[in-house]
Structures are given as structure tokens and as C-alpha cells.
């Protein structure tokens, strides 16, 4: 599975995007990229996943770039209770025997009142 | 969504004992399982893939023996940290693709286990 490299930490004030990038310069041609967020002491969530195209569910948008070589994960309005680390992966599409998820160091993101 | 839990969602235990931890799936059948080890202010870490009916694939470089996983029915998954000493203390997680929904490339993670060991 190709490398993510995201930021350690970032700060958004309450009510405002948040704007979480991440770099996936070595992606190929069938990895999706898939966010995830762990609040403290829970298990991880699925948030969105994409292919090339922009993505939007009820959670959150996926930005990815023409080349899909980064990509931005934005919370439009975000609130106290976004507070979590948030794991950007590269992975094929989800498939028998290929479920397997790879978290990288992710990123702290600290929802300020 | 579908739901996982586990149980217990914490444990203390003595150097020595052995520790087990359920994971379950709760509306929906889960052929395969995954569980991961956290450690304070780390990621998640892969441990093994649980497998219905079959034998479990472990990461490199962690000990089978040590940690004994069963997945009898398809709904349930056990972990059993055999012998648990001090570096054994970790957060535990499982998680299960829900193959037979429209949700498939979503995961579902269990809330988690913290174990303390003493």
C-alpha cells in the first residue's frame, strides 16, 4: 500500500473548516484513499473514502487532486465533538482478502472554543 | 451502521494470567476479523486476521502462542493474551468489513479494550 504523510497536529476554531491534507505522492492507479478518525479511547470511524473524484457524504467532503497525489479531508462546520486524530490511508478498493488497514501516524486535530 | 462491541472494555489483570477479549458483530455476519494494538500516543498497530472456521494470519513479528485467536461462529472472534506481562498493557481493537452491505469498504471497529497489566 502506497505512503501517507499528514501533519502531526492542527488547531481549527469551533464553527470554522477544517481542512486536514494529506500526501500521497506514490499512489497508483487503483488505491483509493480512505479517512478515518479515532476520538480518545474509542475505536476508529470511517468518515469517506474516494477514487479521483471529490467526494461528499453527511460527514465530511474529500478534495483529491488532479494527479491524486494529495488530498484534503474537510469538515465544513467544525464542532468541539470533531476533536480526534484523524488516519488518512491509501488502499485498493475492498475486496475478499484485502480488507486489511494500514494507519499511519495521522493527524491530531484540536477543535478550539 | 453496522456494530461491533467488545468485552470486556477494560480488564486488570496480574503478570502471568491469561486475559480474554470478545469481539462481536452484531447485525451483521463477520467471516473475517481484525485486531490491532494501540499504544499510548501510537497508532494502531495490526496484530492478526481472524478467519472463521480456519486458522488465524498473524503480522510479523507478533507471537502466535502468545496471542491465541478463535473465531468460531460468525459473529464472534476471541483474543486471548496468554501469560500477559506488563508490555502486554495496550489498548485493544477489533474491527470486520461488513461484506454483505452496500457499506462494504467501510470497516466497523469495536470500541476498544484496555488492558492493564500489573
Known amino acids: 500500500d502506497a505512503k501517507t504523510t499528514q501533519p502531526p497536529s492542527m488547531d481549527c476554531a469551533e464553527g470554522r473548516a477544517a481542512n486536514l491534507p494529506c500526501n500521497h505522492s506514490?499512489?497508483?492507479?487503483?488505491?483509493?484513499v480512505y479517512w478515518y478518525r479515532q476520538i480518545h479511547s474509542q475505536g476508529p470511524q470511517y468518515i469517506i473514502h474516494g477514487l479521483k473524484n471529490n467526494e461528499t457524504n453527511e460527514m465530511a467532503s474529500l478534495i483529491i487532486t488532479e494527479d491524486r497525489k494529495s488530498s484534503t479531508l474537510i469538515l465544513p462546520h467544525a464542532t468541539l465533538r470533531d476533536t480526534a486524530v484523524y488516519y488518512c490511508?491509501?488502499?485498493?478498493?475492498?475486496?475478499?482478502?484485502?480488507?486489511?488497514?494500514?494507519f499511519g501516524t495521522g493527524t491530531r486535530l484540536t477543535i478550539i472554543p | 451502521g453496522a456494530v461491533v462491541s467488545q468485552h470486556p472494555s477494560r480488564v486488570i489483570c496480574k503478570s502471568g494470567t491469561s486475559v480474554k477479549i470478545e469481539c462481536r458483530s452484531l447485525d451483521f455476519q463477520a467471516t473475517t476479523m481484525f485486531w490491532y494494538r494501540q499504544f499510548p500516543k501510537q497508532s494502531l498497530m495490526l496484530m492478526a486476521t481472524s478467519n472463521e472456521g480456519s486458522k488465524a494470519t498473524y503480522e510479523q513479528g507478533v507471537e502466535k502462542d502468545k496471542f491465541l485467536i478463535n473465531h468460531a461462529s460468525l459473529t464472534l472472534s476471541t483474543l486471548t493474551v496468554t501469560s500477559a506481562h506488563p508490555e502486554d498493557s495496550s489498548f485493544y481493537i477489533c474491527?470486520?468489513?461488513?461484506?454483505?452491505?452496500?457499506?462494504?469498504?467501510?470497516?466497523?471497529f469495536g470500541p476498544g479494550t484496555r488492558l492493564t497489566v500489573l
Open positions: 506514490t499512489i497508483s492507479g487503483n488505491e483509493y
Open positions: 490511508i491509501v488502499r485498493e478498493a475492498a475486496h475478499f482478502g484485502n480488507e486489511k488497514l494500514t
Open positions: 474491527s470486520a468489513p461488513d461484506r454483505g452491505s452496500s457499506s462494504y469498504n467501510e470497516q466497523f
